[in-house]
């Protein structure tokens, strides 16, 4: 069965595209084929965590029947497939729900998952993601003007009857004034299925065009993305502490 799910947030810059690569990434560890598609076609970024800044075709050239989707479709060497939007100005458009679903379709049968990396806002742009996909996920920093963004995405979820699978807390710090995992399951009426701490990796890997799951497969950031993989991939994997959050633990 083809799972497509969009990847939304309402409020923008809290970590939806890195949390579409690196749900890509390691997916793809667990065996599974995975699609990732770049649905912000305005501001798009996707292609830039994958190493590859400028596609000759993209989905845009698919949505206007430029090219053909065999064209948009870019393998990359760890396994997973990708369909980049463009980054440039001239090819700037707004998808239209028909011919996205349309495009997302066609890996029916052929793909485990098709994630949508989501444009930010509750503009038509985040609304045609969420209503061409079957599941979404809501990333959401552990702050309140970040959740209230994610309820509104999860109603505008519900009103499309696309399934809200769950929340993923990202940029962790562990600092008391964050609301915490319970709180946010209370707020958002959902369950929290990532928890993903701050991480400097997460930058740095970004930096050097891969997922942090692949430039650093031990980083905390990467274990937990490995564990929310997992749980989608219905696989075993355990969050361990890494030798620096075990020492710190001894000293706290
Ligand atoms: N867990 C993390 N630890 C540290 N930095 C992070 C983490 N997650 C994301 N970031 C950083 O936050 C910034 C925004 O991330 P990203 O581009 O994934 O957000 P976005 O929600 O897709 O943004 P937009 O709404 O603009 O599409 C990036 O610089 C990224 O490196
Ligand atoms: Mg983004």
Redesign the pocket.
Known sequence: MTRIICIA?GK????????TANLTAALSQFNKSVVAVDG?LT?S?LGLHFGIPLYPVTLQDVIKKRASLRRAIYNHPAGFRIIPADVSLKKLMLPDTDRLMDVLYRFVGDADFVLI?S??GLGKEAKVAVESADEVIT?TNPDMPSLTDALKIAKVARRYETRNIGVVL??VRGESHEMGPESVREFMRLPVIGN?????H??SA?AYRQPVVLYRPDSP?ARHFKALAAWLAGERYEVKPGMLERLAGLFR
Request: aromatic residues 0%.
């Open positions: 947030s923008g810059g809290v970590g939806k595209t890195t949390v912000n501001t970024n990396d444009a930010a990333v990202n940029r993903v701490p701050e991480d400097k997460v930058r970004i950031a």
